[in-house]
DNA sequence: GCAAATTAATGATTTATTCAAG
DNA sequence: CTTGAATAAATCATTAATTTGC
């Protein structure tokens, strides 16, 4: 999907809702209403932003969110701050979708490729709302406990190319790391 | 732009993924095709790293990766050198983050609070109100041109209960913005 | 066709990090 | 080691969409 909107494009559809027109109390952008709930973007107002966003803009600058702000003022009812948030919010929501999908799909079809028949698909849904891992190790860090104080030295050239991925096949490593030497 | 995150924690989350499903060397890391291509890390091995490196283990001696690195290899195959690496490119990454960070967004909330609306815009282009959805704005993204001195600085928590709606009632913002800086 | 009830979006706040100054 | 800056993630809260009963 397209990056760059996720569901702003869907606001105020049918009829173009800008107050241009006259304040027909249209609806929308909180004007008639008197209703000062919190800002609500006009369909331009989105279109903008989204334009904005896409074209590479991610985190404006004071200045920037300034006159957006100003421009913007146009369609109607919005403060600096709106344009802030907006931007934080759609960075930080396209980059959550970005990761769900990565954890969905790319994980799940990564593996597809040796287990061919599966139930893939269906289990992509059940993670809607909710956090893509919640794996709750309780694991701790660091052993430490031996000594410390590591060598200076030693550049350490570790190189051992083997292709091995049995991964040590210990029984069951408790994970039982501190980092005592912080 | 970096979007990417640190890319860390991204891989493979959901539901358990480790080996336990398949073949033994099954899913995750990414050596399911045999291939010796780089370190996969799973899950696992990344949310011990982030513990690890959260606790603020920057830079491992070389008996701690060791250590660090057989502990992970229980998650799946894993080189010393890898953990090594890792903590080079976090700390390498999170540094960049931050710098880049800086350059953006540092004063960005800062001022903001201040921010209220005004100064200038020319009138250049226009975009019929009628269509909403329509309107194929060529208008780019940003000035950059004027100049804007940045106040030194205040903290602001942006409160700015005005209910107003009125947008600044000003003609027809042009949108003549661009993104020289990017 | 409406309007209450329910669900989905998404604006606004709060919290937890990370790095860096002092 | 403590404190300051500055988020981005997580969360809260409100508004719009959509569904459902009449």
Chains 1, 2 share one sequence.
Not at 20 to 35: A, E, I, Q
Not at 114 to 126: P, Q, R
Request: hydrophobic letters at 30%.
């Amino acid at each position: 999907m397209d990056d760059g909107m996720s569901g702003f494009y869907i606001k105020a559809a049918g009829h173009h809702v800008n107050n241009g027109g006259g304040t027909g109390g249209g609806g929308n952008n909180g004007n008639s209403g008197t209703k000062c709930g919190r800002w609500n973007p006009t369909t331009e107002q989105v279109k903008v932003l989204t334009d904005l966003f896409r074209s590479g803009l991610r985190t404006p600058s004071t200045d920037q969110i300034q006159k957006i702000s100003t421009q913007l003022s146009f369609y109607g009812k919005i403060e600096s701050k709106n344009v802030f948030y907006w931007f934080q919010n759609h960075k930080a929501r396209e980059r959550q979708k970005r990761r769900k999908v990565s954890v969905d799909e790319k994980d799940v079809l990564r593996r597809l490729g040796k287990i061919s028949s599966k139930t893939h698909f269906l289990e992509v849904n059940h993670v809607s709302s909710d956090e893509p891992e919640r794996v709750i190790e309780t694991l701790q860090l660091f052993p430490l406990n031996s000594f410390e104080e590591q060598e200076p030295a030693e550049k350490l050239r570790m190189h051992a190319n083997d292709c091995r991925e049995t991964a040590t096949t210990f029984s069951h490593p408790p994970l039982d790391l501190r980092l005592s030497f912080l």
